[in-house]
């Protein structure tokens, strides 16, 4: 390449690498509300771009509270202390159901978790055609009474107690890994199962964080952003 084409191609570079960053940047504030333009960092590296998000405690809570994830301490734990939460207040003896499934029945797919999608690895979607080992799947669920709250339940994955809940930016359901602790205070990981009249085993599913019904988008992923009469019904097995 001559010395000229050189030029005039190094010239235009940080103009078109301009473009892309103000396209990218666009692009993820679309999807998680309220992000702030600061938290994207965008460089490139062997002509690759590569995107990072910091959600540290001290300096981008913010970032952190748009995805939807709790910020991070210094000592590598959660802001909202998460880590040290009272699981067996939350899973005992008085309170456990036993292990479910419920299934998308107009879809016939069996919800479960560990499913990428909107830049996480750990959401929860109507997406498996069997449930493979009841006593530890991601297609099963531990299901504990909420006392004082009718229908009131907590559900637990049997892969490895993970609790379901809440994203909050996008009120996506996720069973967040790394495990969280469950608080009984957390209402992010409280739920309520509603019978549908008439339909012996089929409820629909509401979460008490926002009192918003769980509906099963396009894609098959969970949301809790539904009206009681565009919830999905889902029906239940005890295993």
């Known amino acids: 390449m001559s010395n000229l084409a050189t030029t005039g191609l190094n010239a235009i570079i940080p103009a078109v690498n301009n473009k892309i960053n103000k396209f990218t940047k666009a692009s993820i504030i679309s999807k998680y509300a309220g992000m702030p333009q600061n938290c994207i960092n965008l460089d490139y590296t062997n002509d690759r771009l590569n995107i990072s998000i910091p959600v540290d405690a001290s300096r981008h809570r913010r970032c952190a509270n748009a995805l939807g994830i709790p910020a991070v301490t210094a000592s590598g734990g959660s802001s909202t202390g998460g880590t040290q939460g009272n699981d067996t207040a939350c899973a005992n003896r008085k309170t456990a159901m036993g292990i479910w499934s ?93 019978s549908v009249p008439g339909q012996r085993g089929i409820y629909k599913l509401q979460s008490l964080r926002n009192n918003k019904f769980v509906q099963v988008t396009r894609n098959g992923l969970l949301k809790a952003n539904a009206t009681r009469s565009q919830a999905t019904r889902f029906g239940w097995r005890k295993y």
């Open 102 to 194: 419920f299934r998308d029945r107009s879809r016939n797919k069996y919800v479960r978790g560990g499913v990428t999608a909107e830049g996480r690895n750990d959401l929860v979607g109507a997406l498996a055609s069997r449930v493979s080992n009841p006593k530890k799947a991601w297609e099963t669920f531990k299901l504990y009474s909420i006392p004082g709250v009718e229908g009131g339940r907590r559900i637990q994955n049997t892969i490895d107690g993970r609790w379901l809940e809440t994203v909050n930016a996008t009120n996506t359901l996720l069973l967040h890994g790394p495990v969280r602790r469950c608080r009984t205070s957390n209402k992010d990981m409280q739920w309520r199962v509603i």
